[in-house]
């Protein structure tokens, strides 16, 4: 079973900010956070990952919560491109365990 | 980050028979994985390819159904042996580069398989 809970849908107006949820009160001490998105019919995209501290880097931000059960990830200025499915996952060790992701729809 | 490929992109299977998925990175990584992705669903990590020596394999999945090849540090093959309407799925092979100071997955576009 996923360790992450994520809304199912979310949507967003184009060149608007992003903020997409994740849940992980279960996490354990060395597990990081990674974020990945899977557009259509593509194999899925690394975004960004993080332990405790918030990250940031040229595609989004990541905001960890002080007791690691959570965290958002954000995409500053949304784009019809960013319209996938966003996955929360976490991982130590090389392993990766998937969350069953939320589905963002970019609307113009 | 690495680059990864696979072939075949896609395949129509007949039940009964096997398909061999292979994996290329076009750089050395410490560990590849394999994970197959049924329709409208999330991402299932199927096995561990390790390099010299038997996969890894994750509960549910076994050696006989799902038997993996690591011949080198950029190359692996993932078969699906006598097939059923019910491995029609993605698969897709992932693989964390060497060097790089962390375990972040890279991912090839995968491999849509149907069986009739």
């Known amino acids: 079973d996923a360790k992450t809970t994520q809304p199912p849908s979310m949507d967003c107006a184009e060149g608007r900010a992003a903020n997409l949820p994740c849940n992980h009160s279960?996490?354990?001490?060395?597990?990081?956070v990674y974020w990945y998105r899977q557009i259509h019919s593509q194999g899925p995209q690394y975004i960004i990952h993080g332990l405790k501290n918030n990250e940031t880097n040229e595609m989004a931000s990541l905001i960890i919560t002080e007791d690691r059960k959570s965290s958002t990830l954000i995409l500053p200025h949304a784009t019809l491109r960013d319209t996938a499915v966003y996955y929360c996952?976490?991982?130590?060790?090389?392993?990766?365990?998937f969350g069953k992701g939320t589905k963002l729809s970019v609307k113009p | 980050s690495a680059v990864i490929s696979q072939k075949p992109s896609r395949d129509i299977c007949q039940r009964g028979t096997s398909l061999t998925i292979q994996c290329q990175v076009d750089?050395?990584?410490?560990?590849m994985f394999w994970y197959r992705q049924q329709p409208g669903q999330s991402l299932t990590l199927i096995a561990t390819?390790?390099?010299?020596?038997?996969?890894?394999?994750e509960s549910g999945f076994v050696i006989d159904k799902f038997p993996i090849s690591r011949p080198n540090l950029t190359f692996s093959t993932l078969t699906v042996s006598n097939m059923s309407p019910e491995d029609s799925s993605i698969y897709l092979c992932s693989a964390t580069p060497s060097g790089g100071g962390t375990d972040t997955q890279y991912f090839g576009p995968g491999t849509r398989l149907t069986v009739l």
């Open positions: 996952n976490l991982g130590s060790q090389g392993n990766l365990i």
């Open positions: 750089s050395q990584v410490t560990m």
């Open positions: 279960t996490i354990s001490g060395n597990e990081y």
């Open positions: 390819a390790n390099q010299g020596s038997e996969a890894t394999y």
